[in-house]
């Protein structure tokens, strides 16, 4: 029998050894370096657990900006005794990391989402994730975006298999983690609507046959939105919302209105320009950086900062989500977390593996696959685009040259521009899709 590298047991036992690779390789550095592996953010999070450990808020810690939920989970990185438990929301991180991959192969394989795709190749697309060096370092170096991916993909799995209840306490438990998959809601909610092998659906469409709606004597409306709001719609926007609003009440009751103002406020006047890869970044800096209006003056609500969550909410939240949820939900879901990313005030690296985490579902019938010197050419300008900003980014924070006009600025513009043209033909891609299984040959959607 032919050796094969994409087995199971073989690829999550790379991704686990990448990790403990990349975990013990951050202490040294850690220890004998004076550029830190441990990533800033990890510290913000183990001081809110010492906080807690002493029975204090989470937000005496400046600039803890998330859910007490997360200190919380972190506890242990409190105990004394041995130094190893400083890392224990690393190793959680990454084996977040871990799970997440595999919720991407059973997604892959699912016979209820009409996935035909062998293990095999299921496992090669899930690489993408498991065995990707960013991925795996980002983890370990200490950011919690792992968490995300877990939640977002069991949600998607949740969908897929139409446990319904289940998906909204993930939505709900997800967008209190973190704000950013409440753009999921709109995707799910125009997913689920009534199968047509459904008792109500097959009555509707024979009525729908036999007698013009218009001239029913059931109103046209109130039948619209009797068929709109079906039991899985209603199920799942009852569940989310109770999730959410019971943890937020519970932190609320706990923290009082830092909670508010630290994990969600915050985000609307948020005008951090520091690695930050978005064309925004030079306005925030001047933004930041002017003299503050006085308080009967201030409307944030009016600030640039606020505004700029229009353009992103409209294209990520609702126009996406109406053209592509019904074709493609994992590619919907792609195109909407890339447009998010993409037109984000606030644009980091740690952002990026929140879409990264969709391109298996995607990249099996995609155009770069499809057609290798257009996927190698927006490879290396996404690359390149951000290579040329963080070479000026490198000029600016460590040589102390002013870079800002026209350096990073115009490499923001270039990055944004890049990624622009990639959502387009991510869109044009999952439009073409229809319903069909993620493994139909890429050949079927060829145009021209």
Not at 26 to 55: C, E, H, M, N, W
Not at 105 to 120: D, H, Q
Request: net charge positive.
């Amino acid at each position: 029998m032919a050796y094969s590298f994409w087995t199971p047991s073989i690829v999550f036992t790379s991704a686990i050894s990448l990790r403990v690779i990349l975990l013990f390789y951050g202490l040294f550095q850690d220890a004998y370096s004076p550029l830190k592996y441990t990533d800033i953010d990890y510290f913000v999070f183990t001081d809110a657990a010492r906080y807690v450990s002493r029975g204090l808020s989470t937000y005496q810690r400046e600039t803890y900006r998330y859910t007490p939920l997360l200190a919380w989970m972190l506890l242990p990185t409190t105990w004394q005794g041995s130094a190893g438990w400083f890392s224990f929301g690393k190793v959680i991180f990454s084996l977040a990391d871990i799970i997440a991959g595999w919720l991407i192969v059973l997604v892959l394989r699912s016979p209820s989402a009409g996935n035909t795709m062998s293990t095999e190749r299921a496992l090669k697309f899930a690489s993408i994730w498991l065995l990707n060096p960013m991925v795996a370092t980002i983890s370990t170096r200490g950011s919690s975006e792992g968490l995300l991916g877990v939640m977002v993909m069991a949600l998607l799995w949740a969908v897929m298999h139409r446990r319904i209840k289940l998906a909204g306490i993930l939505l709900g438990l997800a967008v209190h983690f973190k704000i950013y998959p409440f753009i999921y809601a709109t995707s799910l909610i125009w997913y689920l609507e009534t199968s047509p092998s459904s008792p109500s659906s097959s009555s509707s469409t024979s009525s729908k046959n036999s007698t013009n709606p218009l001239h029913s004597s059931t109103p046209f409306l109130p039948h619209r939105l009797k068929t709109f709001l079906n039991p899985s719609r209603l199920t799942l926007t009852l569940s989310s919302l109770l999730t959410f609003l019971t943890l937020n009440t519970l932190m609320y009751t706990l923290y009082g209105h830092p909670f508010l103002q630290e994990t969600y406020l915050h985000h609307l006047t948020r005008i951090d320009h520091r690695h930050n890869f978005s064309p925004y970044n030079t306005l925030l800096y001047l933004s930041s950086s002017s003299s503050a209006p006085s308080p009967s003056t201030r409307l944030p609500h009016l600030r640039f900062e606020s505004l700029a969550f229009i353009p992103q909410l409209a294209l990520s939240a609702i126009l996406i989500p109406l053209v592509l949820a019904k074709r493609d939900l994992p590619g919907a879901m792609l195109a909407q977390t890339f447009a998010f990313v993409g037109l984000n005030k606030v644009c980091t690296s740690q952002y990026f593996l929140w879409y990264i985490i969709f391109l298996p579902f995607y990249l099996p019938y995609s155009s770069f696959l499809r057609k290798p010197v257009l996927g190698i050419t927006a490879a290396a300008l996404w690359v390149g685009t951000q290579a040329l900003w963080l070479q000026q980014g490198y000029q600016l924070e460590f040589l102390g040259k002013s870079t800002f006009v026209p350096g990073l600025w115009v490499s923001s513009l270039l990055f944004f521009a890049v990624n622009m043209w990639i959502l387009g033909i991510m869109i044009e891609d999952i439009g073409r899709r229809g319903c069909q299984p993620i493994d139909t040959p890429a050949r079927k959607y060829a145009t021209g």
